[in-house]
């Protein structure tokens, strides 16, 4: 399972795009990118998985590298609401059964 | 999306004895589920995999005489910390993939907070 190198926290206020780098130099071929959120005492929520070049939906962009070495999270006009951690992480196909290595996370704080 | 169930969300039981979580799927049935332990300000941590019908696989250091799982059933595995000591005080999370979706997410437990004391 490859390894991810994300910053450990971020800072940013309400309003703002702020994009979170995730670095995976080991990443494997049948390997999906998938970004997941944490709230204080509460599991883990999915927010995007891509493969490669850029998906969208309703509340994050994810893009990745033609190399797939590394991927941004953009979180776009962020909200006190949107204060959390987030991680990156990188495995195969989950219906596969394949389990999750969570790195360190980043904890982004959003300020008025 | 699919939904993970657990129960309790928070216990607290005295050193010695035996705690049992419940983990479920709630419209889906997970052939595998994960059981993770979260300390504080620290990231997921995979203690188990949940085999139903057969042995879970535990990941290294994971004690499976200590952490006991059971997945008798499609949409249910249970996770019991047998006597329970202070260090075993966390927070225990545990996901499900949905085979029969398009989806490839995991979906967690909103998770239990195990005090002991």
């Known amino acids: 399972l490859a390894k991810t190198t994300q910053p450990i926290s971020m800072d940013s206020y309400e309003g703002q795009e702020v994009n979170i780098t995730c670095s995976h130099n080991?990443?494997?071929?049948?390997?999906?990118i998938t970004w997941y959120q944490q709230f204080p005492s509460q599991g883990p929520r999915f927010i995007i998985q891509?493969?490669?070049t850029k998906v969208t939906n309703e509340v994050a962009s994810l893009f990745i590298p033609a190399d797939r070495k590394s991927s941004t999270l953009s979180l776009p006009r962020v909200s006190l609401s949107d204060t959390a951690v987030y991680y990156c992480l990188v495995g195969e196909d989950y219906n596969q059964g394949g389990k999750l290595i969570f790195g360190q996370g980043t904890e982004l704080s959003v300020k008025p | 999306g699919a939904v993970v169930s657990q129960h309790p969300s928070r216990v607290i039981c005295k050193s010695g004895t035996s705690v049992k979580i419940e983990c479920r799927s709630l419209d889906f049935q997970a052939t595998t589920m994960f059981w993770y332990r979260q300390f504080p300000k620290q990231s997921l941590m995979l203690m188990a995999t949940?085999?139903?019908?057969?042995?879970?696989?535990?990941e290294q250091g994971v004690e499976k005489d200590k952490f006991l799982i059971n997945h008798a059933s499609l949409t249910l595995s249970t996770l019991t910390v047998t006597s329970a000591h202070p260090e075993d005080s966390s927070f225990y999370i545990c996901?499900?993939?949905?085979?029969?979706?398009?989806?490839?997410?995991?979906?967690f437990g909103q998770g239990t907070r195990l005090t002991v004391v």
């Open positions: 996901s499900a993939s949905d085979p029969g979706s398009r989806d490839t997410e995991a979906f």
């Open positions: 949940s085999n139903e019908g057969s042995k879970a696989t535990y």
């Open positions: 080991n990443i494997a071929t049948n390997d999906y």
């Open positions: 891509g493969y490669k």
